[in-house]
């Protein structure tokens, strides 16, 4: 965790944060400007900067991260309609916090291309 | 595997495709209506039809569909100028093969909302 990371800030608490989801690994909240109906971020409790900066080590972690994007699209009842999972790196990216985070939009028919 | 599955018959080889990374476990390759310079779709072995079907057992399956999205970032060489990852499930998500892959795309600035 760093204290400047303002994500590690929402996994600490303090940081206030519309939370959805939470497990041992991560944590999912919605997005403070949201792009569809359903728009939450689902992040790892552990510091990782981005899909970018992902080692083997973090196989685990990836594989939590995947599988809550999909238990939060059935809680919040998308999963059905259809949704998108994105996760940027980077400037080209568009990443605006660096503490790796996938988007989970739904609600909307979502167009191509993306982005 | 199943042979109406276009990306399972790029798996078993029946199909052509320009594959970019190969493991035990994904097959990357370039999508043939690429929406920027780099796009490549990172797919399981396995038939899976999307994010939205992960169940627990996929768990590690997850997990190197993400960090091949990862390795296929560099390999590209857009790890540094950055890259986004993108799953679509469903009808509003925008999924148009029923066998789940991550789209990788990077080369040029990504824009905000992602479709």
Same mark, same amino acid.
């Given at each position: 965790m760093t204290n400047d990371c303002i994500f590690c800030r929402i996994v600490s608490g303090d940081v206030p944060a519309d939370v959805v989801l939470e497990t041992d690994h991560i944590v999912a909240f919605r997005d403070l400007s949201?792009? %569809?109906? /359903? @728009? /939450?971020? /689902?992040i790892p409790r552990e @510091? /990782? #900067? %981005? *899909? &970018?900066? $992902? &080692? !083997? #080590? =973090? =196989? +685990? $972690? %990836?594989?939590h991260l995947l599988l809550a994007a999909r238990e939060v699209a059935e809680r919040e009842e998308v999963h059905q309609s259809g949704f998108r999972v994105v996760a940027n790196t980077g400037? #080209? &990216? &568009?990443? !605006? *916090? +660096? =503490? $790796? =985070? $996938? @988007?989970v939009l739904g609600g909307r028919p979502l167009s191509w291309p993306p982005g």
């Amino acid at each position: 965790m760093t204290n400047d990371c303002i994500f590690c800030r929402i996994v600490s608490g303090d940081v206030p944060a519309d939370v959805v989801l939470e497990t041992d690994h991560i944590v999912a909240f919605r997005d403070l400007s949201p792009q %569809a109906p /359903v @728009h /939450v971020l /689902v992040i790892p409790r552990e @510091h /990782v #900067e %981005a *899909v &970018g900066t $992902l &080692g !083997s #080590e =973090h =196989h +685990d $972690l %990836a594989g939590h991260l995947l599988l809550a994007a999909r238990e939060v699209a059935e809680r919040e009842e998308v999963h059905q309609s259809g949704f998108r999972v994105v996760a940027n790196t980077g400037r #080209e &990216g &568009g990443q !605006s *916090v +660096d =503490h $790796l =985070h $996938l @988007h989970v939009l739904g609600g909307r028919p979502l167009s191509w291309p993306p982005g």
